[in-house]
């Protein structure tokens, strides 16, 4: 799913953030900031 052509609602998105969170939490272990950021874009700051 690409957020910006979709525009899904809050509901999936809750569900998404929610499936995904467990993979998150494993790569935040593992993996250096850069790869974080390049696996999770919208963990970065927006500028």
Known sequence: MELLK???D???LND???Q???IR???IRE???DEILE???AYRRPE
């Open 6 to 8: 979709d525009k899904p």
């Open 10 to 12: 809050n509901d999936t």
């Open 16 to 18: 998404l953030w929610t």
């Open 20 to 22: 995904s969170f467990n």
């Open 25 to 27: 939490r494993l790569c």
């Open 31 to 33: 993996l250096s900031i």
């Open 39 to 41: 696996r999770f874009p």
